[in-house]
């Protein structure tokens, strides 16, 4: 079964290295998707796989890198799209 998370994360996450560890840790987790940085200093995040996988890269999302600081993290249950791999965006 694949489910799939759109995700907003908000705080100190631009110039981190938030993507690219997500992207890292995502292609551990055997998850599909992409991250990309928004215009507002958030990080958006799209998560799609086996649920205990996308839990994973929730989890991540909630503590970040080293030198991330989160505020808050917005999550929306979203219809899986077949994505296939991992990218930076």
Known sequence: ??????????GRVQGVFFRETTRRR??????????RNNDDGSVEAW???EPDDVE???????IG?????????D?????????RGFEVR
Not at 56 to 62: I, K, R, S
Request: a negative charge.
């Open 1 to 10: 079964m694949t489910v799939a998370r759109r995700v907003v994360i908000h």
């Open 26 to 35: 995502a292609y551990r987790a055997g998850v599909a998707g992409w991250v």
């Open 47 to 49: 998560f799609e796989g």
């Open 56 to 62: 994973v890269m929730l989890h991540f999302a909630g």
């Open 65 to 73: 890198p080293s030198g991330a600081y989160i505020d808050d993290v």
């Open 75 to 83: 999550v929306d249950e979203v219809e899986p799209e077949g994505l």
